[in-house]
């Protein structure tokens, strides 16, 4: 994304807040700051908490005046220090790991897990959007199915009770689906 690009974004961000007074109407005093390559909005679209972008190198002047201009108090980090240095986050090794820890350390609904690709963003943009709603996790997985998201499946198997995949069996083969089924089901 180019630097004249990214400073748009942070405008047009920045002014939305502004004229919607998100953070103010719904009483929240927080912001999620996301690095761009993040896939993880399902915790602020379901808690109504405004999106701020950050740069790697620190916040743009547009983010400062945004985040004293709706008096945040609190913010979410999310992606790893080489994404965002410095900052108390939920960021593992890559965004396979990124997404387990979001799921475990927000304590989100586990009833239903959606499961999307962290190849494209297209489906786990969906797949947040939907989750989103009931708080749901979404877990990411590549051509397997990642460690961090074996790890997650299992340590949580006894409160998962739907997984919707995300995408056709191009994307999540069919043999990724049965060895999240399985290690959901042991």
Known sequence: ????????VYRWVSQLLKRKKLA??????QAVSLAFDSRDN???AY????????????LPDITVRTMNDLRVEKT????GDSVVPGAVRYGGSDRYETAA??????KLNLNTVYVATGKG???ALVAGNLASHTLSPLILVDHGVPDAAAGFFSANRDSIHNLVMVGGEGIINQAQEDQIRETVEK
């Open 76 to 79: 979410v980090v999310v992606g």
């Open 121 to 123: 963003f297209v489906d």
């Open 1 to 8: 994304m180019s630097r004249q690009y990214r400073a748009q």
């Open 42 to 44: 399902l915790y602020a």
């Open 101 to 106: 820890m979001i799921a475990q350390e927000l």
């Open 47 to 58: 808690n109504g908490i405004p999106i701020l972008f950050t740069q790697r190198s620190g």
């Open 24 to 29: 103010r109407d719904a009483q929240l005093s």
